[in-house]
């Protein structure tokens, strides 16, 4: 019965805040390193930055729809919401190291490059 309350708050909770609805941004292609041109690497890094701040507006989306639900918010409500928090995060962690990693990549393929 619990679960039904639960479903029932989320129905309730997205008709009122539909103004919060947190768009999450798409996932950015980072090319192989070692087939990459330097062009390829400063693009991808400019399209980086715009994933990042767009990854930062929906952590304050998130964060926002976690503040309106208030501390009277069920526990799964609050799980889930710090769950899809925490998934941007590792989200971001993970874009940032692997585009290092094809910079690296890059550097070991093309030593004479600057």
């Known amino acids: 019965m619990n679960i039904l309350k639960f479903i029932v ?3 309730a909770a ?3 805040t539909s103004a919060l609805a947190c768009d999450y941004p798409p996932l950015i292609t980072i090319p192989s390193g070692a087939d990459a041109t330097m062009e390829d690497l400063v693009a ?4 980086i930055q715009e994933y990042m701040g767009a990854m930062e507006e929906y952590l304050t989306c998130v964060d926002d729809e976690l503040t309106a639900a208030g501390d009277g918010a069920p526990a799964e409500y609050r799980a889930i919401q710090l769950s899809r928090y925490n998934a941007a995060i590792a989200e971001m962690e993970a874009i940032a190291a692997d585009f290092n990693t094809e910079v690296q990549a890059y550097r070991a393929a093309n030593p004479d490059a600057g």
Do not use: V, Y
């Open 44 to 47: 991808t890094q400019a399209g």
């Open 14 to 16: 997205g008709a009122t």
């Open 9 to 11: 708050l989320l129905i």
